[in-house]
């Protein structure tokens, strides 16, 4: 697997479809006028209705600014982007998803997991933090965990290609530590030396960077059934030297 975050997609579109998390976490905090409401109530409503709407609107606008500060490699920036716009929509997932992308990107893991563990705790339907939190646990080299946490992925959508490709990978590696295992026990186990030298092999061509992971795409229109190609780039810029 290449080292790189890569463009995966993000199943707010289907979701939505089906009924988001997002939507109803906003639902769930928006008043919802009965039948009986007395005019007093009505009109309370409509004076909070703006207030209501300019969360999402505040959430798009510090979505898309963070994204152009994180392709420039202004990660302190997108963060304070971030977080200005979870201050006027704390129940938005893409930002809450890329503030986790944006701090395993600048190094701070710890944060990051626990950014996307909330995620998978209070969303598990939605398989790519489950995927980025196993890409994390990898490059730390908690295995098992890494493996765990893509079988969640891969259970929440068992269509979702990036997660069983990462999966694949993680059993690789997890062939090699058994492997290097045996071989330790038996040094004269050649069964096992050639086995761990295939397995070194395949993971050194096809996984050397570890799990990839994903990153949302563009806000998708709410009646697609199936996820698109993001419309965010692959990969950053490169670094100016």
Same mark, same amino acid.
């Not at 008043?31 to 709407?53: F, M």
């Not at 058994?178 to 070194?200: F, G, I, P, S, T």
């Given at each position: 697997?290449?080292?790189?975050?890569?463009?995966?997609?993000?199943?707010?579109?289907?979701?939505?479809?089906?009924?988001?998390?997002?939507?109803?976490?906003?639902?769930?905090? +928006?008043?919802? %006028?009965?039948?009986?409401?007395?005019?007093?109530?009505?009109? +309370?409503?409509?004076? +909070?209705?703006?207030?209501?709407?300019?969360? %999402?609107?505040?959430?798009?606008?510090?979505?898309?600014? #963070? /994204?152009?500060?994180?392709?420039? &490699?202004? !990660?302190?920036?997108?963060?304070?982007?971030?977080?200005?716009? =979870?201050?006027?929509?704390?129940?938005?997932?893409? $930002?809450?998803?890329?503030?986790?992308?944006?701090?395993?990107?600048?190094?701070?893991?710890?944060?990051?997991?626990?950014?996307?563990?909330?995620?998978?705790?209070?969303?598990?339907?939605?398989?790519?933090? &489950?995927?980025?939190?196993?890409?994390?646990?990898?490059?730390?080299?908690? $295995?098992?965990?890494?493996?765990?946490? =893509?079988?969640?992925?891969?259970?929440?959508? %068992?269509?979702?290609?990036?997660?069983?490709? !990462?999966?694949?990978?993680? &059993?690789? /590696?997890?062939?090699?530590?058994?492997?290097?295992?045996?071989? /330790? #026990?038996?040094?004269? !186990?050649?069964? *096992?030396?050639?086995?761990?030298? =295939?397995?070194?092999?395949?993971?050194?061509?096809?996984?050397?960077?570890?799990?990839?992971?994903?990153?949302?795409?563009?806000?998708?229109?709410?009646?697609?059934?199936?996820? *698109?190609?993001?419309?965010? %780039?692959?990969?950053?810029?490169?670094?100016?030297?």
């Amino acid at each position: 697997m290449r080292s790189s975050i890569a463009a995966s997609t993000l199943l707010f579109a289907a979701l939505a479809a089906s009924g988001a998390p997002a939507a109803r976490a906003q639902d769930a905090a +928006t008043p919802t %006028p009965s039948s009986a409401a007395t005019p007093a109530t009505a009109a +309370t409503l409509a004076a +909070t209705a703006p207030e209501q709407a300019a969360g %999402p609107r505040a959430a798009a606008a510090a979505l898309e600014s #963070a /994204r152009k500060l994180f392709a420039g &490699h202004r !990660n302190d920036e997108a963060l304070a982007a971030i977080d200005a716009g =979870l201050k006027a929509a704390p129940n938005d997932l893409r $930002l809450r998803f890329e503030r986790g992308v944006v701090l395993a990107d600048s190094g701070r893991t710890d944060e990051a997991i626990d950014a996307f563990e909330a995620l998978t705790q209070e969303f598990p339907e939605l398989p790519e933090p &489950h995927n980025n939190l196993a890409a994390l646990y990898a490059a730390r080299g908690e $295995l098992d965990r890494a493996r765990e946490a =893509l079988e969640d992925a891969v259970r929440a959508l %068992p269509s979702y290609s990036l997660a069983n490709e !990462n999966l694949g990978d993680i &059993h690789l /590696r997890l062939a090699e530590r058994a492997y290097q295992r045996a071989v /330790r #026990a038996d040094a004269a !186990n050649r069964a *096992a030396r050639e086995k761990l030298a =295939l397995a070194r092999e395949l993971v050194s061509r096809v996984s050397p960077g570890g799990p990839r992971r994903a990153t949302p795409p563009a806000p998708a229109a709410p009646a697609a059934a199936v996820p *698109a190609e993001p419309a965010v %780039p692959a990969s950053r810029p490169p670094r100016s030297p």
